[in-house]
């Protein structure tokens, strides 16, 4: 497989089993994540692992923060939320080490992280694993983000769930390019994909 066809077979997937990358494997997958976009050096990314028994206790934070973010949420969600956050073969919270008073906006240090969650997902791929970005209104919740290393400014930006696919990849068509793509001419551009 080529490095192209590699970007262009990946897709997210939950539905994951063990085993889940080594110590030394995701060395290596969390490696290519210093290798996204970084304006001022600022190396905002920040993992914290979830594996093994530590998996049901983040499950109950998880369901705890549920309760404060989302008090109408169906028991379902609940305990759906639970089952998976207690299941996955690894987790991986998302942080995000902010700096507001730096120079460089914050949604530049946010879409460096962002760049870097996806550059772990490409290799993870790459590296016969899978895994999913999960987020949602979790990601708003301070007292979680304190829980789990990312007191403010620092935010916590989802979660991956990591592991070996459970069968094969169920890759969506994806959209042509050229409904998001314009040539720009000196004057404002339309894009085939907002067109009624």
């Not at 600022?42 to 309760?67: C, F, H, K, N, T």
């Not at 007292?143 to 969506?172: E, K, N, Y």
Request: charged share 20%; with cysteine; aromatic share 6%.
């Amino acid at each position: 497989m080529t490095p192209m066809d590699m970007l262009l077979s990946r897709a997210s997937t939950d539905r994951l089993k063990d085993p889940a990358p080594s110590p030394s494997q995701l060395t290596q997958i969390l490696s290519t994540a210093m290798r996204a976009p970084d304006h001022g050096r600022l190396q905002p990314w920040r993992y914290v692992v979830i594996e093994g028994d530590d998996r049901p206790a983040l499950a109950e934070r998880i369901v705890a923060s549920m309760a404060r973010v989302e008090p109408e949420a169906p028991a379902a969600k609940i305990e759906k939320r639970r089952s998976r956050f207690s299941t996955m073969p690894m987790i991986i919270a998302l942080g995000m080490h902010l700096r507001p008073e730096h120079k460089i906006p914050l949604w530049e240090q946010e879409m460096c992280v962002a760049a870097g969650a996806m550059n772990i997902l490409n290799a993870l791929h790459a590296t016969g694993f899978g895994g999913v970005w999960v987020s949602g209104a979790l990601v708003d919740d301070a007292i979680l983000a304190a829980d789990l290393g990312f007191a403010a400014p620092a935010r916590l930006a989802g979660f991956l769930f990591v592991g070996t696919p459970d069968g094969p990849l169920h890759t969506p068509k994806r959209a042509d390019p050229e409904l998001f793509t314009a040539r720009w001419h000196g004057h404002p551009v339309t894009f085939g994909a907002d067109k009624d």
